[in-house]
């Protein structure tokens, strides 16, 4: 009686130097040549609205600092080799001085 298992039959493996898209498959496009004037105005556009976050942002902490009176944020201490905070006012002398 004949088994009943499958064979599986794998691809034939990929040499090294092929394409990874075989030269049948349908390629994008070319991009249109686009004129220095135009290049410098979409570079300009691209520059605003890259820095319209940051100026969101540091408004916005600015605003809060100067109307609604928050502090200014201060770091108080540091996380040691071992992995503890430690705080400045724990430290004894000078941080800079080597012993």
Known sequence: MPSMTKS???PPPIK???PAIPPSAPRAPPRPKVSPEV?????GIRMIVMSVP???VSSYILYKR???GEEQ???EGFISED???VKFSDVQGDPNQTH
């Open 66 to 68: 100067m109307v609604l």
């Open 54 to 56: 940051l100026l969101a």
């Open 16 to 18: 090294r130097g092929t």
């Open 8 to 10: 599986t039959v794998l």
């Open 39 to 43: 290049n410098t105005r979409m570079t």
């Open 73 to 75: 944020k201060k770091q």
């Open 83 to 85: 992995g503890i905070p």
